[in-house]
């Protein structure tokens, strides 16, 4: 399984505070066999400061390898949400570390 975080502009320690898909970029992890959490990537967001039109369909296409998307918050892009076909978790603006250990423990409660 694969996730990705929204990442603080200046603080990569820290979740984005704003919707998933405004973030500059993502942490890109892989859950290993073992159940740690392995960056795989930081990944550029270049749609980060576009509104509507094509944005949910390149989000889409940039996140097309990722199982979970991690953020403070997801916008309302339509009644099925931004993105319909991904599994998301609103974690509000905390740090990359508490985000993982509360996917850690979703995974584990489900």
Same mark, same amino acid.
């Given at each position: ?9 200046? @603080? ?5 505070p704003g919707p998933f898909g405004h973030a500059p970029r993502f942490a890109v992890y892989e859950v290993?066999? @073992?159940?740690?959490? /392995?960056? =795989?990537?930081? /990944? ?5 400061? #576009?509104?509507?039109?094509? &944005?949910?369909? /390149? #989000?889409?296409?940039?996140? &097309?390898?990722? @199982? ?10 339509? *009644? #099925?949400?931004?993105?319909? #076909?991904? @599994?998301?978790?609103? =974690?509000?603006?905390? *740090?990359? $570390?508490? $985000?993982? /250990? ?9």
């Open positions: 399984m694969r996730l990705a975080i929204a990442l603080a502009k200046q @603080d990569e320690t820290k979740v984005y290993a066999e @073992d159940g740690e959490f /392995r960056l =795989v990537e930081v /990944r550029e967001n270049p749609y980060a400061a #576009m509104e509507g039109g094509e &944005k949910h369909q /390149r #989000m889409r296409e940039l996140l &097309k390898d990722v @199982d979970l998307r991690v953020g403070a918050r997801f916008g309302h892009g339509g *009644s #099925m949400g931004a993105f319909p #076909m991904a @599994d998301r978790l609103e =974690v509000g603006p905390v *740090s990359v $570390a508490e $985000a993982l /250990r509360r996917v850690r423990e979703g995974r584990n409660t489900a």
